[in-house]
């Protein structure tokens, strides 16, 4: 199987790092925490006050060859909002992120399956029309956003992404 992800340590979630829009002037917060039972929690607080309106955070950059994988498969238990999946492909704190939107129910434990298909080229929330498409091959940061004018708390419990193999199977690293 390929567990990119499994958040069953601190360790685990102490490797997210939050980036709020606190970088634009906004006053956004969020985290990452380890909650125990192999899961781990982004939460925190969007604020639209000067300007702002999103909370993220992103895995330190290491090299993901995922070229033989059809996509991602989260199991996720959130609070009815939308959210997005990132994945980057240079180590950069800025520029092209590939987006993949997923909606969550409220209080129930969900596996949300993304094929890499759907993720969209984007730079600061706009679509980038003439960017490459994914190179799975060359997946460095994976990220999970929250904007679009949800104002408010949010929490979303993470206890696995995984790598899904073209077959349908899910796979390990």
């Known amino acids: 199987m390929m567990i990119l992800f499994d958040f069953d ?6 490797s997210w790092i939050p980036v709020n829009d606190v970088v634009m002037g906004g006053v956004s917060h ?8 192999s899961t781990g929690v982004f939460s ?3 604020s639209l006050e000067n300007s702002g309106g999103f909370a993220s955070v992103r895995s330190t950059p290491s090299l993901y060859d995922l070229g033989k994988y059809a996509g991602l498969l989260l199991r996720v238990r959130g609070d009815g909002k939308k959210y997005k ?9 800025d ?6 939107v997923f909606e969550t129910q409220q209080n129930v434990w969900t ?3 993304i094929p890499f298909s759907k993720f969209v080229p984007m730079f ?14 060359s997946i460095c940061s994976f990220g999970l956003l929250i904007s679009d004018k949800q104002a408010g708390p ?7 992404i995984v790598a899904k193999h073209r077959n349908g199977a899910v796979g390990k690293v």
């Open 85 to 93: 999946m990132n994945l980057k492909t240079e180590a950069t704190l």
């Open 44 to 46: 925190g607080t969007v």
């Open 154 to 160: 949010f929490r979303l419990e993470i206890e696995l």
């Open 111 to 113: 596996e949300i399956v």
């Open 95 to 100: 520029g092209v992120q590939y987006q993949a």
């Open 124 to 137: 600061r929330g706009v679509p980038i029309y003439d960017s490459p498409p994914l190179d799975t091959a």
């Open 9 to 14: 340590s601190e360790a685990a979630c102490n």
């Open 30 to 37: 969020s985290r990452f925490d380890y909650v125990g039972e």
